[in-house]
């Protein structure tokens, strides 16, 4: 298994409550509409689902460039494994063109040049998945890779109160997203990078791709420093 995804297990156990949602068990396809655009998802249901009612909901967000049927095969379905075990729903969404509107300012990729109102879309699933699957509202978290784990980041900047947790990995904060923020926010956050990835650098503070820039970020180092200032946490960071 994924070390990050038994982390991700564990922050999502906990007890279940009200009605059962009538859903059928197993992987489906959905869509909504917002902005005139068709958005898609991908769903599971884990076989105890409709019969333990409101169960954890965990929305994973797949890396630019991919999709979420990508994530699915790199993760080797553990994910879904995960839900049959644990009892939460699953949810897929698909960026628009395969890149997440993150926050930056960025003439080269459409979701940025055209601000898709990608907080909407993901707020807009989880109402969906709460009123209509009847998914715990107190515990919905988001997962996301890369590109990914920065739009999780900017979601609970800007919806703050909505996800019980997130977790990200290798995906740092744009530097927008994070001017954003307020100063003070409620969730269990784990952030997972490597000190020797090749695209998010370290130290660096500007995504690049070859010599062409794709926006501010913040450096790994200062991403932990805001979430730790932004959770209140104490204490010093080890490398």
Same mark, same amino acid.
């Given at each position: ?9 564990l922050?999502?156990?906990g ?8 859903? $059928? ?6 869509? +909504? ?17 409709p ?13 630019s ?46 979701s940025?040049? $055209? ?18 699957w ?12 890369? /590109?990914?784990?920065?739009?999780? /980041? ?14 990200s990995?290798?995906g740092?904060?744009?530097? /927008?997203a994070? /001017? ?17 990835d ?11 791709v ?7 970020? +913040?450096?790994?180092?200062?991403t +932990? ?5 932004? +959770?209140?946490?104490?204490?010093? $960071?080890?490398?």
């Amino acid at each position: 298994m994924f070390p990050f995804l038994l982390l991700i297990a564990l922050l999502l156990a906990g007890a279940g409550a009200a009605a059962a949602a009538p859903l $059928s068990p197993g992987t489906h396809a959905g869509s +909504l509409k917002r902005e005139g655009r068709e958005r898609s998802y991908r769903y599971h249901v884990p076989a105890a689902y409709p019969k333990r009612g409101s169960a954890p909901l965990m929305i994973v967000l797949h890396a630019s460039r991919y999709d979420s049927e990508h994530f699915r095969r790199m993760t080797g379905g553990e994910l879904e494994r995960l839900s049959e075990r644990e009892g939460f729903l699953l949810v897929y969404p698909e960026a628009w063109k395969k890149y997440w509107n993150d926050g930056r300012k960025s003439e080269r990729i459409e979701s940025l040049k $055209s601000n898709i109102d990608d907080i909407g879309f993901l707020e807009a699933l989880i109402a969906r998945a709460v009123d209509a699957w009847g998914a715990d509202p107190e515990r919905v978290y988001m997962v996301g890779l890369t /590109q990914g784990g920065m739009m999780a /980041q900017r979601f609970a900047c800007e919806r703050p109160g909505t996800l019980a947790g997130l977790a990200s990995v290798s995906g740092p904060i744009v530097k /927008q997203a994070a /001017q954003a923020c307020p100063k003070r926010l409620s969730a269990a956050v784990l952030l997972i990078h490597g000190t020797k990835d090749p695209f998010f650098r370290w130290e660096d503070t500007t995504i690049r791709v070859g010599t062409a820039s794709f926006g501010e970020r +913040l450096a790994i180092p200062e991403t +932990l420093r805001f979430w730790s200032g932004r +959770l209140g946490c104490r204490g010093e $960071s080890k490398r």
